[in-house]
């Protein structure tokens, strides 16, 4: 039971940590984009919105998610599950989004200008020629914030909502025994922490590879 109890957390914390990265990876690369922007108040609106956002802790933005229409409406906008996952995407979007920036601005000018000059449009550009470019330096940097989510996950017990922590700790209250469900969180959190690595160096091995084809 105690086991069971371990995996369905484990499947909140894998569900949260999925739905982020799939939400958030795009939305990180609009995000930089905006910031990029030649309209300077579209760049500095988001500048500004992304300053912000990482400069508050993620827990107080979950917070205020879920608690703010509460308080300002009296009606519940999220529910706990939907306010975790629109905090961890907008956060995790605006670190993806200067992750982007950094990547597509060490790009050297003359790339684009060379592109410009053999009548490439900016669309087609930026997606056969800078993007590919841009992701594979950033590349080692994003698996370590795919690392930074994963356990920030921990985060959503603020609201209630439970997680594989959680659980162990509700199973230490009941049993007073609180050596074996915190090790077997801890294996959880290395293994999965140990395959992002790998993964991810996987990744860099594969696109090494058709760079030199």
């Not at 550009?125 to 841009?134: C, F, G, R, S, T």
């Not at 909502?161 to 050596?179: E, K, W």
Request: some cysteine; hydrophobic content about 55%.
């Amino acid at each position: 039971k105690v086991t069971l109890s371990l995996l369905e957390g484990f499947e909140s914390t894998c569900l949260i940590f999925a739905l982020t990265l799939v939400l958030a990876l795009p939305l990180g690369l609009v995000i930089s984009f905006g910031s990029m922007s030649k309209f300077k108040p579209l760049a500095y609106v988001t500048k500004v919105f992304v300053w912000i956002i990482r400069g508050v802790p993620l827990m107080l933005q979950i917070f205020v998610v879920f608690y703010v229409p509460r308080l300002l409406w009296a009606m519940p906008f999220f529910t706990r599950f939907n306010a975790v996952i629109v905090a961890f995407v907008i956060n995790y979007a605006c670190y993806f989004s200067e992750i982007y920036r950094g990547g597509i601005e060490s790009i050297p000018k003359g790339q684009y200008e060379a592109a410009m000059a053999l009548g490439v449009r900016y669309v087609p550009m930026m997606k056969d020629i800078i993007l590919p470019q841009a992701i594979k330096s950033v590349l080692p940097i994003l698996v370590n914030e795919f690392i930074s989510l994963l356990k920030n996950t921990t985060l959503i017990a603020s609201i209630g909502l439970v997680d594989i922590l959680r659980v162990g700790q509700l199973i230490q209250s009941r049993t007073y025994r609180a050596f074996e469900p915190f090790f077997a969180i801890a294996v959880f959190y290395y293994i999965l922490v140990m395959g992002l690595s790998f993964l991810g160096k996987l990744l860099e091995r594969w696109v090494n590879k058709s760079d030199r084809r």
